[in-house]
């Protein structure tokens, strides 16, 4: 069964940056999309962003487009989320997850991390 770890979360003030990880085990990482969803307290979760299984494709909402980049490491089974420009609104329980079909729709992704929490002050 495919095993999801998060990392890298923290507070940030306001414009700062943060790098998540999120480790995947066992291989073949490449079986997998990856994505990147969050869920801020009262609010449903939301998917972010995916990647295809070699990085080539990718999808971001609207919300993080341009602020957001996800990529990943097929070498080390590692998916990156690289977060600029970090807002107040962007406060919320990160989660990793994986599909096995598609990287861009988010009902397609069954396999997730245990979440890490970003806080962003003003």
């Known amino acids: 069964q495919l095993q999801l770890v998060e990392s890298g979360g923290g507070l940030v003030q306001a414009g700062g940056s943060l790098r998540l990880s999120c480790a995947a085990s066992?291989?073949?990482?490449?079986?997998?999309?990856m994505g990147w969803f969050r869920q801020a307290p009262g609010k449903e979760r939301e998917f972010m962003t995916g990647?295809?299984?070699?990085?080539?494709?990718?999808y971001y909402v609207d919300s993080v487009k341009g602020r957001f980049t996800i990529s990943r490491d097929n070498a080390k089974n590692t998916v990156y989320l690289q977060m600029n420009a970090l807002k107040t609104e962007d406060t919320a329980v990160y989660y990793c997850?994986?599909?096995?079909?598609?990287?861009?729709?988010?009902?397609?992704?069954?396999?997730w991390g245990q979440g890490t929490q970003v806080t962003v002050s003003s």
């Open positions: 990647i295809s299984k070699f990085g080539s494709n990718t």
């Open positions: 066992p291989p073949p990482f490449t079986n997998y999309y």
């Open positions: 997850a994986a599909s096995t079909t598609s990287y861009s729709r988010s009902g397609n992704y069954d396999s």
